[in-house]
């Protein structure tokens, strides 16, 4: 049997593990259970399904040191971010269980006579297919609030996280979720694709490349099945001026090297105004140095390798590519010392439309740098891109960064900080980011149904 689910510690190239793929019948057999399993689970009382999923935050609190090891060993995030990784999936966890009640609460509705209502419900079967920068997180705010809702979830997760991925599974199941709840499949394309097709599934939820959420949306669409997508992003970081300006270089430099720049929301592009642009540069560069690449394990490290040898190939072509065509290599650029994927942390300016680094996401330690004359040119670059996830204003009065955020395209604006997630904010994007939202109360309404009652 083929093994695409594999455990290769990006730090040595060692394959750790392997895993079988799914059988057909086992994906047959999951699609049963869960169905059979959502009938009983919707019909639970809400505190029984909130007190279920606070039992689950509990056990990754619980469980913080073994489940942050298995994300370093699997993704190469440094261990001191993979307990953060762990400390804020249970955070998400905790307010959905706790605001469940608020959330779903009966909704009445003004009417002329009698009275009408809208109630909450969950709608069924859901797939997630989740991605490998974040393996507990981007999993726990989309099965959090829709197990809370009635939900049932099946997931297809990154083949390079196979163990966090059964770790997760075991986690709910220890919780008192009731089998079928909550299933890993090691599921092919092939059976992905028969999944989204199955009558019985109503939902898909994707975090990921945009390639793979227009395959994925194709297929929903062909099903009519409702599927939330949360692709990639270029996000800008904008400098007005050098107000605060060594803690705007520090969330420059931090922002960006934080899981080895794997971040959708990380900022990609740093936009600068003219009178701050040179000690901008300068100070960033130096920043760099504080993230030279070493072994993740380490408590003091504070970049690992990225995940794979294959994106460090695709990120030295991208950098590869624009200094061929004219643009001006800062920092780093070369691969780092080791046997694992290692990359030096990298800075380039003087990127220019044509080089693929102009409008492509670089998923990894490589920042831009670009000059601007006045906040309005900052606009007009920030919005010359195909994505639209998040961005962050930095400097300026307050009513400059408000006319700048106001006129941004992107899902989320935060202005004196990084984009950053929180479990009370709606997390998503627009144009190639994706669309639907995440978090927050938003989160729960994604996959319910919204029905009317209307009292005559």
């Known amino acids: 049997m083929t093994h695409r689910y594999n455990t290769i510690n990006p730090a040595t190239g060692e394959v750790v593990a392997s895993f079988h793929d799914a059988t057909n019948e086992e994906i047959a057999e999951a699609l049963d259970t869960a169905?059979?399993?959502?009938?009983?689970?919707?019909?639970?009382?809400?505190?029984?399904?909130?007190?279920?999923?606070?039992?689950?935050?509990?056990?990754?609190?619980?469980?913080?040191?073994?489940?942050?090891?298995?994300?370093?060993?699997?993704?190469?995030?440094?261990?001191?971010?993979?307990?953060?990784?762990?400390?804020?999936?249970?955070?998400?966890?905790?307010?959905?269980?706790?605001?469940?009640?608020?959330?779903?609460?009966?909704?009445?509705?003004?009417?002329?006579?009698?009275?009408?209502?809208?109630?909450?419900?969950?709608?069924?079967?859901?797939?997630?297919?989740?991605?490998?920068?974040?393996?507990?997180?981007?999993?726990?705010?989309?099965?959090?609030?829709?197990?809370?809702?009635?939900?049932?979830?099946?997931?297809?997760?990154?083949?390079?996280?196979?163990?966090?991925?059964?770790?997760?599974?075991?986690?709910?199941?220890?919780?008192?979720?009731?089998?079928?709840?909550?299933?890993?499949?090691?599921?092919?394309?092939?059976?992905?694709?028969?999944?989204?097709?199955?009558?019985?599934?109503?939902?898909?939820?994707?975090?990921?490349?945009?390639?793979?959420?227009?395959?994925i949306a194709e297929q929903a669409g062909r099903h009519l099945k409702k599927v939330v997508l949360e692709l990639g992003g270029n996000d800008p970081f904008i400098v007005l001026d050098d107000r605060d300006f060594d803690e705007t270089v520090k969330a420059a430099v931090s922002g960006r090297m934080s899981n080895a720049g794997q971040a959708c929301t990380s900022p990609k592009r740093f936009i600068v105004h003219e009178s701050v642009y040179e000690r901008f540069v300068s100070a960033v560069a130096q920043g760099l140095l504080e993230f030279e690449p070493?072994?993740?394990?380490?408590?003091?490290?504070?970049?690992?390798?990225?995940?794979?040898?294959?994106?460090?190939?695709?990120?030295?072509?991208?950098?590869?590519?624009?200094?061929?065509?004219?643009?001006?290599?800062?920092?780093?650029?070369?691969?780092?010392?080791?046997?694992?994927?290692?990359?030096?942390?990298?800075?380039?300016?003087?990127?220019?439309?044509?080089?693929?680094?102009?409008?492509?996401?670089?998923?990894?330690?490589?920042?831009?740098?670009?000059?601007?004359?006045?906040?309005?040119?900052?606009?007009?670059?920030a919005n010359d891109s195909p994505y639209g996830l998040g961005a962050a204003i930095f400097g300026g009065d307050s009513e400059t960064a408000r006319y700048v955020a106001e006129r941004l395209e992107a899902g989320m604006v935060f202005i004196g900080g990084n984009t950053d997630s929180e479990p009370e904010l709606p997390f998503g994007g627009i144009k190639l980011s994706g669309f639907g939202r995440e978090l927050g109360p938003r989160g729960m309404d994604e996959f319910a149904n919204k029905k009317l009652i209307r009292i005559v």
């Open 35 to 215: 169905e059979s399993c959502y009938r009983d689970w919707r019909s639970r009382p809400l505190s029984e399904r909130a007190a279920v999923v606070a039992k689950a935050a509990q056990l990754y609190r619980e469980r913080e040191d073994e489940l942050a090891h298995l994300i370093t060993l699997e993704m190469g995030k440094p261990i001191q971010q993979a307990r953060g990784e762990i400390r804020v999936s249970a955070r998400i966890l905790d307010y959905y269980a706790q605001n469940a009640e608020n959330f779903l609460a009966d909704e009445p509705i003004p009417v002329e006579s009698g009275s009408a209502y809208v109630r909450s419900e969950p709608v069924g079967v859901l797939l997630g297919v989740m991605p490998w920068n974040y393996p507990h997180y981007q999993v726990a705010r989309f099965a959090g609030p829709n197990l809370v809702l009635g939900n049932t979830i099946l997931v297809k997760h990154a083949a390079n996280c196979p163990q966090s991925a059964q770790s997760i599974e075991q986690l709910f199941l220890d919780a008192g979720l009731p089998s079928g709840g909550y299933r890993n499949l090691f599921a092919t394309h092939e059976q992905t694709a028969t999944i989204i097709a199955d009558q019985r599934l109503q939902g898909v939820s994707l975090t990921g490349s945009e390639r793979a959420g227009s395959i």
């Open 294 to 381: 070493g072994d993740p394990m380490r408590p003091e490290t504070k970049m690992g390798p990225v995940s794979t040898e294959g994106a460090r190939a695709d990120l030295l072509e991208q950098i590869g590519d624009a200094v061929t065509r004219g643009a001006t290599l800062i920092h780093g650029g070369t691969e780092g010392i080791g046997e694992g994927s290692f990359l030096m942390p990298t800075l380039l300016a003087d990127v220019a439309p044509g080089m693929r680094a102009w409008s492509e996401e670089l998923f990894g330690p490589v920042g831009i740098v670009h000059k601007v004359a006045s906040p309005d040119h900052a606009i007009e670059l």
